[in-house]
C-alpha cells in the first residue's frame, strides 16, 4: 500500500477522533471505515486483526459510554428529558454560536429544565453539574475506545 493512502487513512481517523470529542461527525464510525478501508486494502490476516481488535474497542467503548454516566445520572436523579432539553438546546447553540455554543446551549437547556423541574437554583445547578459531568465521562470513555483503535492501528501501519 502506498504511503499516500495510509496518510489519507490516518487523516479520516484524525477528523473522527476529532468528531468524538466535538460531537459533530460521528468519530468512531470514521475511526472504524478508515480502518475497515485500510483492512481491505492491506488485504492481510494482521490488517483483518487490526481492524476486529478496532471494532471490539469501538463497540465496548460504545456500550460503556451508553450505560455508565447514565447510570450515575439516575443515580443523582437527573431525568433524560433535561438532557433532552440540553441537547436541543446545544444543537441551536452550535449554529448560533460557533465552537462554543454546543456546551452553552447544553449547560442552559439542562439548567432551565432542572430549573423547572426543582423550581429552585440550587438544586437545578446541582442536578446540571451532575449531568454535564455524565456527558464529560460519556465523551472521554468513547475517546478512550478511538484512541486505543487508533493506537493499534498506527502500531499496525508502522511495524507490519
Same mark, same amino acid.
Given at each position: 500500500?502506498?504511503?499516500?493512502?495510509?496518510?489519507?487513512?490516518?487523516?479520516?481517523?484524525?477528523?473522527?477522533?476529532?468528531?468524538? &470529542?466535538?460531537?459533530?461527525?460521528?468519530?468512531?464510525?470514521?475511526?472504524?471505515?478508515?480502518?475497515?478501508?485500510?483492512?481491505?486494502?492491506?488485504?492481510?490476516?494482521?490488517?483483518?486483526?487490526?481492524?476486529?481488535?478496532?471494532?471490539?474497542?469501538?463497540?465496548?467503548?460504545?456500550?460503556?459510554?451508553?450505560?455508565?454516566?447514565?447510570?450515575?445520572?439516575?443515580?443523582?436523579?437527573?431525568?433524560?428529558?433535561?438532557? &433532552?432539553?440540553?441537547?436541543?438546546?446545544?444543537?441551536?447553540?452550535?449554529?448560533?454560536?460557533?465552537? &462554543?455554543?454546543?456546551?452553552?446551549?447544553?449547560?442552559?437547556?439542562?439548567?432551565?429544565?432542572?430549573?423547572?423541574?426543582?423550581?429552585?437554583?440550587?438544586?437545578?445547578?446541582?442536578?446540571?453539574?451532575?449531568?454535564?459531568?455524565?456527558?464529560?465521562?460519556?465523551?472521554?470513555?468513547?475517546?478512550?475506545?478511538?484512541?486505543?483503535?487508533?493506537?493499534?492501528?498506527?502500531?499496525?501501519?508502522?511495524?507490519?
Amino acid at each position: 500500500m502506498s504511503v499516500g493512502v495510509e496518510v489519507l487513512i490516518g487523516l479520516a481517523i484524525v477528523v473522527g477522533l476529532v468528531g468524538v &470529542v466535538l460531537p459533530i461527525l460521528p468519530g468512531a464510525l470514521l475511526i472504524l471505515g478508515a480502518i475497515a478501508v485500510w483492512a481491505i486494502l492491506e488485504g492481510t490476516g494482521t490488517g483483518w486483526a487490526v481492524f476486529a481488535a478496532a471494532a471490539l474497542l469501538l463497540i465496548v467503548s460504545g456500550v460503556v459510554k451508553y450505560t455508565w454516566p447514565g447510570r450515575r445520572m439516575r443515580d443523582a436523579g437527573v431525568p433524560k428529558r433535561s438532557l &433532552v432539553a440540553g441537547a436541543l438546546l446545544g444543537i441551536v447553540g452550535f449554529f448560533v454560536i460557533p465552537v &462554543v455554543g454546543l456546551l452553552i446551549g447544553f449547560l442552559l437547556g439542562t439548567y432551565l429544565a432542572e430549573v423547572h423541574r426543582h423550581r429552585t437554583h440550587s438544586d437545578a445547578w446541582r442536578s446540571t453539574v451532575h449531568a454535564t459531568k455524565a456527558v464529560g465521562l460519556s465523551i472521554l470513555v468513547e475517546l478512550l475506545g478511538a484512541l486505543l483503535a487508533a493506537g493499534i492501528w498506527l502500531a499496525a501501519a508502522i511495524f507490519v
